[in-house]
């Protein structure tokens, strides 16, 4: 058996073991090493096992993802997320429609401080959905709003999900962040945009709510001052170059931690809260990089992703059909996986195909992410959709009904941010320019 | 009794991967402080900070894999009959604890070779050997943990 062909066998058999519910990174790890043995030979293979583990845990570059997971966390335990949803509620709130837009747009200013989007998701379920059913919401549209405004998470910087894909592809994390930004805001505007068509379409799905004084609303916007502060020094340092995502991090953990205090919103028991979380989340993480790296040696010697991206550049097709095909198998991994697993999966196979292709490496990162980010609210394992369900006690089928038209949104904007580049490759032209 | 030793084991892990997290938090902080406003940069920063994140990532995997937190997608496995589950699952985990034994065991003949060659880091010129103990340990008790979840398998944490 030629190493290629030992490739494709050795993806078939990583499906069958992923299946039969192996956890992630060992069954990618456990592949990487036996087909690694099968090819250069045993001695080497275990060779692999002595030092990848090793360096792979023990890089300073790495250190950026607990950090960021750790200021989240605070953020988190601080209560910042349920400020901001009350904050953007007297804003918004006596709009048709403005309690779930609000839901939206505190999601995508959480996302700012904050590296993942799970947690979100279930804060603000428990927030704002009492809020909509007060004002008499249609559950399917209170449930959709949560669950799609909690994916916006992962494109808004900081993202641990870009800061991934920005190691294992060797581009820059401060370039990726900041392509992330403007696709980030965007998909906010598509959620609110399609919050109000449906409105406006059937009023009766969310009368409006009430209308706040303009002392009220200057009051609660004083208290999240904060996340402005923390978004700007965090992602205005790595923008101007003065700290590196890795500094910005440790200021940024430290920064929320110190604010928190100031606000005597941290306690001991909220601290350790805080620190288990992360470190369950850096775990969880890491045990699948890991196995990620052994694979990626294993797939450099099978030469099947050289192989798959002279097939693919040989092939008599337009470019942006493979695109859409590679689109298509992420998508579909989506529906039954985590993001960051599919990321560290399908990247290191996909990635020579799309520079082969002579798409831009930045821009792939953002297309592959959202689409990623997709999968969390589509069936049949949309994450975010069983969190918002548990959380709110609604019926699967509401809350699945509810995220369709967003869904639709998440379609029609990754069809833009494929057609229009620059809506990601803009600021980050800025910064190097 | 196994059962408790290894809780202790990892609730002992889990503090020190949470001490060393503060700690990263509070050097990078520290660093660049000094060097931006006094600069003055601490002096290793970076292979501390290297050090630190072989001392507290093994032990995070640990503590995940505690709390039932590693990814595994069992949308298919659920449609199979109980017995088959139990099979299968039997089978990946035997797998994942040999991997996992190889993994430690290949890492404690590392340990002994950075020994050997004196291995250190560059500016401080801190010992590699004694960093490289915590994948095998972190490594070896994170198969023990998943031993452990064959005897009592308790619901899935979501």
């Given at each position: 058996?030629d190493?290629?062909?030992?490739?494709?066998?050795?993806?078939i058999v990583?499906?069958?073991?992923?299946?039969?519910r192996?956890?992630?990174?060992?069954a990618?790890?456990?592949?990487?090493?036996?087909?690694?043995?099968?090819i250069?030979?045993?001695?080497?293979?275990?060779?692999?096992?002595k030092t990848v583990?090793?360096t792979?845990f023990?890089?300073?570059?790495?250190?950026?993802?607990p950090?960021?997971?750790?200021m989240g966390?605070?953020?988190?335990?601080?209560?910042m997320?349920?400020?901001l949803y009350?904050?953007?509620?007297?804003?918004?709130?006596?709009?048709?429609g403005?309690?779930?837009?609000?839901?939206?747009?505190?999601?995508?200013?959480f996302a700012?401080?904050?590296?993942s989007?799970?947690?979100?998701?279930?804060?603000?379920?428990?927030?704002?959905m009492p809020?909509?059913?007060?004002?008499?919401?249609?559950?399917?549209?209170?449930?959709?709003?949560?669950?799609?405004?909690?994916?916006?998470?992962?494109?808004?910087?900081?993202?641990v999900?870009?800061?991934?894909?920005?190691?294992?592809?060797?581009?820059?994390?401060?370039?990726?962040?900041?392509?992330?930004?403007?696709?980030?805001?965007?998909?906010?505007?598509f959620?609110i945009?399609?919050?109000?068509?449906?409105?406006?379409?059937?009023?009766a799905l969310?009368?409006?709510g009430?209308?706040?004084?303009?002392?009220?609303?200057?009051?609660?916007l004083g208290?999240?001052?904060?996340?402005?502060v923390?978004?700007l020094?965090?992602?205005?340092?790595i923008?101007?170059g003065?700290?590196?995502?890795?500094e910005a991090?440790?200021i940024?953990?430290?920064?929320?931690?110190?604010?928190?205090?100031i606000r005597r919103?941290m306690?001991w028991e909220?601290?350790?809260v805080?620190?288990?979380g992360?470190i369950?989340?850096?775990?969880?993480?890491f045990?699948?990089?890991?196995?990620?790296?052994?694979?990626?040696?294993?797939?450099?010697v099978?030469?099947?992703?050289f192989?798959?991206?002279?097939?693919a550049?040989?092939?008599?097709?337009?470019r942006?059909?493979?695109?859409?095909?590679?689109?298509?198998?992420v998508l579909?991994?989506?529906?039954?996986?985590?993001s960051?697993?599919i990321v560290?999966l399908?990247?290191?196979?996909?990635?020579?195909v799309?520079?082969?292709?002579?798409?831009d490496?930045i821009?792939f990162?953002?297309?592959?992410?959202?689409?990623?980010?997709?999968?969390?609210?589509?069936?049949p394992?949309?994450?975010?959709?069983?969190?918002?369900?548990?959380i709110?006690?609604?019926r699967m089928?509401?809350?699945?009904?509810g995220?369709?038209?967003?869904i639709?949104?998440?379609?029609?904007?990754?069809?833009?941010?494929i057609?229009?580049?620059?809506?990601?490759?803009?600021l980050?032209?800025?910064?190097m320019? | 009794m196994?059962t408790?030793?290894?809780?202790?084991i990892?609730?002992v892990?889990?503090?020190?991967?949470?001490t060393?997290?503060?700690?990263m938090?509070?050097?990078t902080a520290?660093?660049?402080?000094?060097r931006y406003?006094?600069?003055r940069p601490?002096?290793g920063?970076?292979e501390?900070?290297?050090?630190?994140m072989a001392?507290?990532?093994?032990?995070?995997?640990?503590y995940?894999?505690?709390q039932?937190?590693h990814?595994?997608?069992?949308l298919l496995i659920?449609?199979?009959?109980?017995?088959?589950?139990?099979?299968?699952?039997l089978l990946t985990?035997?797998?994942?604890?040999?991997?996992?034994?190889?993994?430690a065991?290949q890492n404690?003949?590392y340990?002994?070779?950075?020994?050997?060659?004196?291995?250190?880091?560059?500016?401080?010129?801190?010992?590699a050997?004694p960093?490289?103990?915590?994948v095998?340990?972190g490594i070896?008790?994170y198969?023990?943990?998943?031993?452990?979840?064959?005897?009592?398998?308790?619901?899935?944490?979501?």
């Amino acid at each position: 058996m030629d190493p290629t062909t030992a490739g494709y066998l050795a993806i078939i058999v990583l499906i069958a073991l992923i299946f039969s519910r192996m956890q992630i990174g060992i069954a990618m790890g456990l592949v990487g090493f036996v087909g690694f043995a099968y090819i250069v030979g045993v001695d080497p293979a275990l060779g692999l096992l002595k030092t990848v583990p090793y360096t792979t845990f023990a890089s300073k570059d790495m250190s950026v993802i607990p950090l960021f997971i750790l200021m989240g966390s605070f953020a988190f335990s601080a209560g910042m997320s349920e400020d901001l949803y009350r904050a953007v509620h007297k804003l918004l709130g006596h709009l048709r429609g403005g309690l779930a837009m609000a839901t939206v747009l505190a999601c995508a200013c959480f996302a700012a401080i904050s590296g993942s989007s799970l947690a979100t998701a279930a804060t603000l379920g428990r927030v704002a959905m009492p809020e909509m059913r007060k004002y008499k919401y249609h559950p399917s549209l209170a449930t959709g709003a949560i669950a799609a405004g909690g994916s916006i998470g992962i494109l808004i910087p900081p993202s641990v999900i870009l800061i991934i894909y920005g190691i294992i592809t060797e581009q820059s994390i401060g370039e990726l962040f900041l392509a992330g930004f403007i696709p980030g805001i965007l998909e906010a505007a598509f959620y609110i945009a399609t919050i109000g068509i449906l409105v406006r379409r059937n009023p009766a799905l969310a009368p409006p709510g009430p209308r706040a004084t303009g002392k009220e609303k200057l009051l609660s916007l004083g208290k999240v001052w904060e996340v402005v502060v923390l978004f700007l020094v965090v992602i205005g340092g790595i923008y101007t170059g003065i700290f590196t995502p890795t500094e910005a991090a440790g200021i940024g953990a430290f920064g929320t931690l110190c604010f928190a205090l100031i606000r005597r919103k941290m306690t001991w028991e909220k601290f350790k809260v805080s620190l288990s979380g992360t470190i369950n989340t850096t775990g969880m993480l890491f045990l699948i990089v890991m196995g990620a790296m052994l694979l990626g040696y294993f797939f450099s010697v099978s030469r099947l992703p050289f192989e798959l991206a002279t097939l693919a550049s040989g092939l008599p097709v337009n470019r942006y059909v493979i695109l859409v095909l590679i689109l298509l198998v992420v998508l579909l991994l989506g529906c039954i996986m985590d993001s960051m697993a599919i990321v560290l999966l399908t990247i290191p196979v996909f990635y020579p195909v799309i520079l082969k292709l002579g798409f831009d490496p930045i821009w792939f990162g953002i297309i592959v992410v959202r689409v990623t980010e997709m999968g969390l609210i589509t069936p049949p394992v949309g994450l975010n959709v069983y969190i918002i369900q548990g959380i709110t006690g609604e019926r699967m089928g509401t809350v699945f009904r509810g995220v369709i038209p967003f869904i639709i949104a998440d379609i029609c904007e990754i069809i833009l941010l494929i057609l229009i580049p620059q809506l990601s490759l803009f600021l980050p032209g800025l910064m190097m320019g | 009794m196994p059962t408790k030793i290894i809780r202790s084991i990892t609730r002992v892990l889990l503090a020190i991967a949470a001490t060393v997290l503060t700690a990263m938090m509070l050097l990078t902080a520290v660093d660049v402080v000094m060097r931006y406003i006094v600069n003055r940069p601490i002096s290793g920063a970076f292979e501390l900070t290297e050090y630190m994140m072989a001392l507290f990532v093994p032990f995070s995997i640990v503590y995940c894999a505690e709390q039932k937190g590693h990814v595994s997608v069992e949308l298919l496995i659920k449609r199979f009959p109980e017995f088959v589950q139990r099979g299968v699952g039997l089978l990946t985990s035997l797998l994942t604890m040999l991997f996992a034994a190889l993994i430690a065991w290949q890492n404690l003949l590392y340990i002994g070779e950075t020994y050997a060659d004196k291995l250190t880091s560059s500016v401080l010129l801190i010992p590699a050997f004694p960093f490289i103990a915590p994948v095998a340990i972190g490594i070896g008790v994170y198969g023990l943990v998943i031993l452990l979840h064959i005897f009592n398998p308790t619901p899935e944490k979501g």
